[in-house]
């Protein structure tokens, strides 16, 4: 007697089998029919909502072979926990720590140029700075870095951290960095002439940062090279920073120099 498997679908017709792939925070995907990418921030029965880099949420059914993951078919499938699923790690990419409180503010700072670097230091690191008791401050400018220096009388116990645009050898950042040798302070930087730099073409839906000529503000030169609108340029920038929901969206230029200062301030 023969057995005979009664699937009489002819082999070249079948499907090839596919990973099931738990819908775990943060995981990126993009879901086949409509191309719709983004991350799992909340898995329920039968659904996945993701969240793209603009912001925008979407809530898809979990169905066999209805998203891709790295380019390849995949099948989502509930978290083990069967629990709505919640974020693990925080916008820097660390793990969370629900419920912390935020520590003390410690006597050692990280200071930045501007309002903007402020804001998106806050955007990327805040969770992770309120649970150490880093204080970000900006200094509108690094002309005065030394007398600031100075001002702050860093030690062992109130470390500074100073994070730079445009570090690269030559500038006038640099010559002005060079002035601050106290053991106490490390001044790091970026070599973007501004912070707006080293958020990726990628998460703005543009294909690179436009060049703008030497004498022309260089915020206004990329508006009006972009078609944005430049007599408002904290509107610009505010726009900027919504579309900012993690390190992925960040130049990895910004990201090792704001980690080396975190980890200068809070050293034992």
Known sequence: MRSYNPD??????KSAPVPEVPADPDLVVEEVTTGFCG??????????????????????????RGFLLEGKVVTLVRPASGGPVRPT?????????????????RA??????????AELVERVWGDDLRIEGVVVEYLEGVDDLP?????FAPGPDARLGVLVDHLVPGSKESRIAAQVTSPDVLVVGH??????????????????WPRVP??????????QALGWPSDNTGAVWQAIL???????????????????????????
């Open 39 to 64: 991350a799992v921030i909340r898995c329920e029965a039968g659904t996945v909502t993701l969240e793209d880099r603009f912001g925008k949420h979407r809530v898809f059914p979990l169905e066999p």
């Open 214 to 223: 030497r004498g022309q503000d260089w915020k206004t030169g990329v508006c």
């Open 191 to 208: 070599p973007y002439i501004d912070v707006w730099e080293a958020v990726k073409p990628s998460s703005l839906g543009i294909r690179a």
């Open 89 to 105: 790690r925080t916008a820097s990419g660390s793990i969370a720590v629900p419920g912390a409180r935020a520590r003390v503010a």
């Open 108 to 117: 050692g700072r990280i200071y930045v140029e501007g309002r903007h670097d």
């Open 8 to 13: 009489l679908t002819p082999p070249w017709k």
């Open 147 to 151: 007398a600031i220096v100075a001002e």
């Open 242 to 268: 919504k579309r900012v929901h993690s390190y992925r969206d960040l130049e990895p230029e910004l990201l090792g120099a704001v980690e080396h200062l975190i980890d200068h301030v809070t050293a034992p």
